[in-house]
């Protein structure tokens, strides 16, 4: 059961950590007023520790430990005076106290200013206790959220860079905002090229979406897929830059996948070459994830550590 709100002031301290070590802690990043909100003259509901009530909770159809869960404001009192604002890339802390007090951060992949709604993607961990919480959530359950987090990454719409964003596995979803922010915006001239890594096609998540995006002109993405099982290759078979024709079949038209780990000469292969300064980098996923990808994409390509972003 959610607590009662009561505690609504802004104030952060150390007990509003997760003590998962965060690249962007709420610590750091404290919740600030949008400017969306500020120029709309509304307040948004998610800076304090707010209600959200489960609107659905499906499955994904690769794997029932991963979760599409939408969530909805709840309040008695709604007066319309209220948004909900979660800028592409920031992430929102989950807070419960069901059996004991429990905080953890995740990244929604949609929002609706308007309706208060918004998205989440969830790898249910073993043994993890959030996700024992979560594997267990009945539908219209009240949870309560607080946010927006992150800004490590500022969009500039005027630089006409190349923006190489790298996902993986589930942590793809922060990354959806960010894209769908540049290529709706018709004047905004990067280029974005979408690394994303996963085991194997079936969990390539938003595969759908990631095909729409693909009919912009400055959108390409590249798929590594490490564990893609056929059954003309086996754990022998090295990795060519090709799949094999089994695994081609099953690409769509525009999907570019490759059999195996992004690793640096993948990475060299998708970065400019002799251009580090017009290159920025975003790295979503696990904290090892983003140590590794950051040290290859410096090395490779002499990437700075100003143009890396971790969300
Ligand atoms: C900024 C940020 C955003 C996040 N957004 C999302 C999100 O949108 N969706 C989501 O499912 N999770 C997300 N996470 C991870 C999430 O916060 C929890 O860690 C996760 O749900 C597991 O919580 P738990 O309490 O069940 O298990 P924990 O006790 O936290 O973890 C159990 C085990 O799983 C490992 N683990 C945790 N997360 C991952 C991962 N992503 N990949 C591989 N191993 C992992 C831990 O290292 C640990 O060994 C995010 C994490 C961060 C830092």
Redesign the pocket.
Known sequence: MARNNNDDDDAIDESDC?G?G???CILDHKPQPSQRAQLAGKRNVILTYANFRLLSNEAHKADAQVRLMHFGYHTEHDADDSILDIPPGH?VMLRTDATTP?L????PYWSDFAAKEFK??????P??????FLANLQPLQVLQFRGPIGGNYVHDAKAAKCIVIIAQ???I??TLPLVAQILDNEDDMNRIRHLICAQDLEHVYFRERLLEFAQYWNYSSCLYLAHQSCTCCDSNTPPTDQPCEQVRRQLRYKEAAYTGRLEAKQLAAQLPVNDADNIVVIIAG?SSFQREMSEQVAKVAGVSAGNIHL?
């Open positions: 997760c998962n965060c690249t962007n992430h429990l953890r951060p995740y990244s989440l993607l969830i790898k249910l961990q043994n993890g206790p959030m996700s024992s596995g589930v942590a979803a922060p696990h969300l």
